[in-house]
């Protein structure tokens, strides 16, 4: 049978108002990755700069990048074409291999120099001295290797710049082969980049580690040498990229069940069809109320709501299973709704709590998911009966499942196979060669442990921060923090 002129137009209205819906939300979502909404809320000054620093500070910003496969000279060449190709990236605030140019100093040192240098601690800077230093800077100038201050010079004539970096050379530095950072094998060499974006910003982290990859297919056309980059930031763009993946596919394969499933047993497209609008209401509903509490949405949030939203499709099989011939689809859902709405009102009540764990990440993905459940079970309440059609009620009847499930019944188990199961869940629990229960946060990451052991070994190398461990120093000013 056809659906009624008023049957049609609330379809239309309907779906017109959910196209109105989903053109707001994608003007207005803004996708955010910053996996720091994902940690608990700071409530004290440490706490706020320990988040502060796990994600932007300079140490979680810092990729390692190794270059191997070569003659040590070769790779020296190639660490020094590298950080060439990449001292203007905006991508990029640092690229250090242990090489000293002018070009590898920052110029945000220059205006402090002799603020910072301890050369005029005990002297003054005067006519006497400077003329001392521009007549030392003209036999230097005459020695080899004196275009190394030709750039130089004129910014800082009394190379109070290179005394800084001399001073500030740590004890013990990298080993050093033809002017640039090798491991302590002489097989690999090694350099540091700075990143502009956040470590847990994976979007941008891309884009710098494209970059980086692009300079070194430039370096190498012929790939003979083999490139490696660790870090926090590499970490979470890979992160990123393995959870879209296995996301992806598995919900296609999930997707692609669960429509096979609804077309063997109801057996009709439309009925399907229309089995996704209250699915499509809530989670419409559910990216407006995040968008306009937070601004930002983060990734998490919709990849694991949608995953959590997914339960609000049990809703219209409810009212087309229990749908019979002859019987209005209204009366159908009229009679559902207590139990409907306690199972919608229940779930609703497990996911609040995410709202109270005073992490923002996890109060977003409870205001989504809420949301979400509200709209869909309302929607399968007070729209979806008013637009089904009297046909649809002859396929709610499976004769081929039911016929499987009458052969089920008359199947006779042992008494032994409920006790037996349990016993052999309670040796595989005392068998298990882990713990028990997990503590270790570390395990919570995708990334193999192989990736994070070279991460620590490079470090280790190079002397880079070890981002396990954060040093704060009070003062009353700046300048005595500094001391």
Known sequence: MKRSPTACLLLAVWLVALAALGGYVQRTLTIGTDLRLFLPHPQTAEERLLLQEVGAGPGSRLLVVAIAGAEPIELAAASQ?????????????????????????????????????????????????????????????????????????PRDPTLELLTLVR??????????????????????????????AAAFDPDRQQLALDELHAAFREIDPEQRLRFTTSGAGAFSALMKERTAAEAGSRGTLATVALIALLLLVYRRTDTVLLGALPLASGALAGLFAVTSLFGVTHGITLAFGFTLLGVALDYPMHVFSHQRRGRPAIETARALWPTLATGVASTCIGYFAFAFSGVTGLVQLACFTVTGLAAAGLSTRFLLPYVMTPAAHVHADAPALAGLWNRLQVVRLPRWLAPGAAVIAVMIIAAAPGPTWEND???LTPVPEQLLKEDAQLRAQLGTPDLRYLLAVEAPDIEQALM
């Open 81 to 153: 074409a590298l950080a060439a190709r990449l001292s203007a990236s905006e991508h990029f605030s640092l690229i250090a291999n242990g090489e000293i140019s002018p070009e590898a100093l920052p110029d945000e040192l220059l205006p402090y120099r002799y603020l910072l240098s301890p050369t005029f601690d005990q002297r003054p800077l005067d006519a006497d001295f400077l003329r001392g230093e521009l007549t030392a800077r003209l036999a230097d100038l005459a020695a080899p290797g004196s275009a190394f201050l030709e750039s130089l010079l």
């Open 441 to 443: 946060l570390s395990k």
């Open 167 to 196: 001073r500030w050379q740590p004890v013990h530095e990298p080993h050093r082969q033809y002017e640039v950072w090798f491991d302590e094998t002489g097989t690999r060499a090694l350099l540091v980049a700075e990143t502009r």
